[in-house]
């Protein structure tokens, strides 16, 4: 049972470029959770998905980012124009939201770069 | 509230020793909450979690408590070994929707 993939690991961008990051959750993971972590901060929540939905996107910078989790495929967290302040490491979590355990498993994250 | 924008307090222990990692959450309606270790370059790992109408819960070598009334949680590591070296945060779901997570601890072990 594989984990939470996300790819790319790496991803540099240039100014005013655009940036895709994916997640696809663990097999039998419905609810999708992004979030952003800065150098020696905490991780900072962003959007929460659940298939075909966003549940809660108080996170969400209100321009240039956007996030989907469509019926078939990974999440995508889009990020328009980008900034050098984007530069940051963006994780995904999925869980069940089952049974008594709710606990969200993460992805290995992907570091944007903005040049 | 989230804690971000701060710089990560840091805990330093001798190998062989007890840890003990503290946490303040924010939200009196959180009714579950779970401990993730992070290494460096990787995602956070799942250690160890506790609902509301528990004290405590002890997992292998690490115990959290649970402290509704101050609204803190704690995380032990018993017989700290260099492989524990990471930064440890606090996480509580809000509202059945969000992972909100605390400030983090960087824990670092002393040979």
């Known amino acids: 049972n594989a984990g939470v993939m996300q790819n790319p690991r790496h991803l540099v961008r240039r100014r005013g470029q655009e940036a895709r990051l994916r997640c696809s959750p663990m097999k039998g993971h419905s609810h999708v959770y992004w979030y952003r972590q800065l150098p020696e901060e905490g991780l900072k929540f962003m959007v929460y998905l659940q298939k075909e939905n966003i549940i809660d996107e108080s996170g969400m910078p209100k321009e240039r980012f956007s996030a989907e989790f469509p019926k078939e495929g990974p999440s995508i967290l889009r990020i328009q124009q980008v900034v050098r302040g984007d530069s940051a490491a963006y994780f995904c979590?999925?869980?069940?939201?089952?049974?008594?355990?709710?606990?969200?498993?993460f992805g290995q994250g992907t570091r944007l770069t903005v040049v | 509230g989230e804690n971000v924008g701060l710089h990560l307090p840091t805990l330093s222990v001798q190998e062989g020793d007890n840890s003990i990692i503290n946490c303040a959450y924010s939200?009196?309606?959180?009714?579950?909450f779970i401990w993730y270790k992070q290494e460096s370059g990787k995602g956070p790992q799942f250690i160890i979690d506790i609902r509301s109408n528990m004290d405590k819960r002890q997992g292998q070598r690490v115990t959290v408590l649970l402290n509704k009334t101050v609204k803190h949680l704690s995380l032990q590591i018993a017989a700290t070994q260099p492989g524990d070296s990471a930064v440890y945060f606090c996480?509580?779901?809000?509202?059945?929707?969000?992972?909100?997570f605390g400030q983090g601890t960087r824990l670092t072990i002393n040979p």
């Open positions: 939200n009196s309606a959180s009714d579950y």
């Open positions: 996480a509580e779901f809000q509202g059945a929707q969000k992972l909100v």
């Open positions: 979590a999925s869980s069940t939201r089952q049974g008594r355990s709710t606990e969200a498993f």
